[in-house]
T-cell receptor, first 114, second 112 residues
């Protein structure tokens, strides 16, 4: 079984400042890791994914994340945020076989301030 | 290639009624999963269908049921609606063995 913890429910940050959204996971098996963004009244858009290979993953809109197996973390970072990045961000994990069901965290609301 | 489409986008039902939500998977994808996202929460896995068979189920009661058709589209049916069933229902399609799912825009269900 897997679980995901997003440590911050809300993160306020000024425009053009860097941001890090934290995600820790627990799993007894090897996993795939994902970050999704959700804008109000919309579905989920994939930001980036870790399936295998390099532990530093680059995604869309200037976001990146680093898979740290020893710390079971997959923190999301952006060096300079924009007002348009204001949204809800979800970290998700799935096992590498079987159902591939996603376990999501509770989300982090990123609010970018002018 | 077409993405994942869900219908309807919004609907309102009365407690005790039944509802059917529909999902067309991305072209070439043979696996469909359904998730429930309550307000302020992360999505919760309901169940998954692979080649028309249920292939895993989350912690949801039997009144949540589904179907997958030969063209890999899918339906989610919920009987005896309760107020707590009010949520955004998300469909995700994937290709077996890839571990990556693509989500639709969701159906917002309100039970009154």
């Amino acid at each position: 079984a897997q679980s995901v913890t997003q440590l911050d429910s809300q993160v306020p940050v000024f425009e053009e400042a860097p941001v890090e959204l934290r995600c820790n996971y627990s799993s007894s098996v090897s996993v795939y890791l994902f970050w999704y963004v959700q804008y109000p009244n919309q579905g989920l858009q994939l930001l980036l994914k870790y399936l295998s290979g390099s532990t530093l993953v680059k995604g869309i809109n200037g976001f990146e994340a680093e898979f740290n197996k020893s710390q079971t973390s997959f923190h999301l970072r952006k060096p300079s945020v924009h007002i348009s990045d204001t949204a809800e961000y979800f970290c998700a994990v799935s096992g590498r076989s079987g159902t591939y069901k996603y376990i999501f965290g509770t989300g982090t609301r990123l609010k970018v301030l002018a | 290639e077409t993405g994942v489409t869900q219908s309807p986008t919004h609907l309102i039902k009365t407690r005790g009624q039944q509802v059917t939500l529909r999902c067309s998977s991305q072209s070439g994808h043979n696996t469909v999963s359904w998730y429930q996202q309550a307000l302020g929460q992360g999505p919760q896995f309901i169940f998954q269908y692979y080649r028309e068979e249920e292939n895993g189920r989350g912690n949801f009661p039997p009144r949540f049921s589904g179907l997958q058709f030969p063209n890999y589209s899918s339906e989610l049916n919920v009987n005896a609606l309760e107020l707590d069933d009010s949520a955004l229902y998300l469909c995700a399609s994937s290709l077996e063995g890839t571990g990556e799912a693509f989500f639709g825009q969701g159906t917002r269900l309100t039970v009154v």
